[in-house]
C-alpha cells in the first residue's frame, strides 16, 4: 500500500448563494495500491462528506463537493518532510507576520498546557 496526499474542494454557499464565492481545500491523506484508487477513494470521501445543514440565522448552509484537484504519493514518510506549499500573495507583509506569529504563540501556548496537564 502508499500514501497518497489529495486535495479535495468543497463550495461553501451560504443561503441563495449571493456572496463572494467560498471554497474550501482541505488535505487528505489517502491510502491506496495506486493513484487511481487514491483518486477514487479521495473524490468517494468528498461525495461522502457533502452536507447541507442551518447556520445560526436558520438559512441554509450547502458544503458541495467540487473535485480532487490534487493528488501526490508520499513516497516516505519522514520528519520534516514537505507535503504542502502554497505561495500567498497579501496587501501588508507587516500585518502577515503578526498575525502568523500569533498564531505561532496560541499554538505553543496551547500545547504547553496539554504537555503540563499529561504529567
Avoid at 441563495?16 to 489517502?30: A, K, M, N, S, V
Avoid at 461525495?47 to 504519493?73: A, M
Avoid at 507576520?97 to 500545547?111: C, F, I, P, S
Amino acid at each position: 500500500m502508499n500514501w497518497y496526499l489529495a486535495k479535495i474542494v468543497y463550495r461553501i454557499i451560504c443561503g441563495d448563494g449571493d456572496h463572494t464565492p467560498q471554497f474550501d481545500e482541505q488535505l487528505r491523506l489517502i491510502e491506496a495500491e495506486d493513484g487511481l484508487q487514491a483518486f477514487n477513494k479521495a473524490q468517494a470521501m468528498g461525495e461522502r462528506e457533502q452536507e447541507t445543514f442551518l447556520n445560526q440565522q436558520h438559512s441554509p448552509v450547502q458544503w458541495k463537493f467540487i473535485n480532487v484537484s490534487e493528488l501526490h504519493r508520499l513516497d516516505k514518510l519522514t520528519d520534516g518532510a514537505e507535503i504542502y506549499s502554497r505561495i500567498k500573495e497579501e496587501e501588508d507583509a507587516d500585518i502577515y507576520v503578526h498575525m502568523t506569529n500569533v498564531r505561532a504563540a496560541q499554538l505553543l501556548d496551547k500545547h504547553s498546557h496539554e504537555f503540563i496537564e499529561s504529567l
